[in-house]
């Protein structure tokens, strides 16, 4: 996730992307907040110094908020956020067996008691449905794609190949809607 941050300028990691608003240094903050209740209140191990937008209240005010970077928080701030969460998260891993319990206090009462196993496999989903996000609006960003650097798992990096394969798309799916 952070990589996709990686070259952008300040306003290109803030700007929204989508009709919903969804812009990339959102997403890294989203996801700590992930970690942080995950790995967190939901084992009883509270994360020291937790930020006001995680409160309910706050949910309340902005049901957003943890989507999008406030002007008052830097890019620094918020990946800083992000690390110390996951080493929260690794020492809840460390801490706990995977079939240690835990309660989702914001879930329904059927579905709020869960195990850390549970837990790891939800917020993988989480974090790999957003990272998806974060590759296409990293290409919409500056045109970069790739796994970890610009073309390192893409047949060419070369924008004519682009070119023609965008071209080649479009033709078959003007051809699929005429049928």
């Known amino acids: ?22 812009n990339l240094l959102g997403l890294v903050k989203h996801l700590a907040g992930v970690e942080i209740g995950y790995f ?9 110094d937790p930020p006001a937008w995680l409160s309910y209240a706050a949910f309340d005010a902005d049901p957003n908020g943890d989507m999008y970077a406030t002007a008052q928080e830097s890019r620094a701030d918020i990946i800083g956020l992000y690390q110390r969460a996951w080493a929260h998260a690794d ?35 989480d974090t790999t449905r957003h990272a ?13 794609a790739g796994l970890r650097t610009a073309g390192d798992n893409l047949p060419s990096t070369d924008p004519g190949f682009w070119a023609e394969h965008v071209a080649r798309v479009e033709a078959e799916a003007v051809r699929g809607n005429e049928g």
């Open 91 to 125: 020492a809840t891993v460390a801490a706990l067996r995977l079939d240690a319990t835990g309660r989702v206090p914001h879930w329904p009462a059927e579905r709020a008691a869960v195990t850390l196993h549970h837990m790891l496999v939800h917020v993988l989903a």
């Open 40 to 48: 967190g209140d939901t084992f009883g191990r509270p994360f020291p």
């Open 1 to 22: 996730m952070l990589g996709k941050l990686d070259g952008l300028a300040e306003y290109e990691v803030r700007r929204p992307r989508t009709p919903t608003g969804t």
């Open 132 to 144: 998806g996000h974060a590759d296409i609006l990293r290409e919409t960003a500056d045109g970069v």
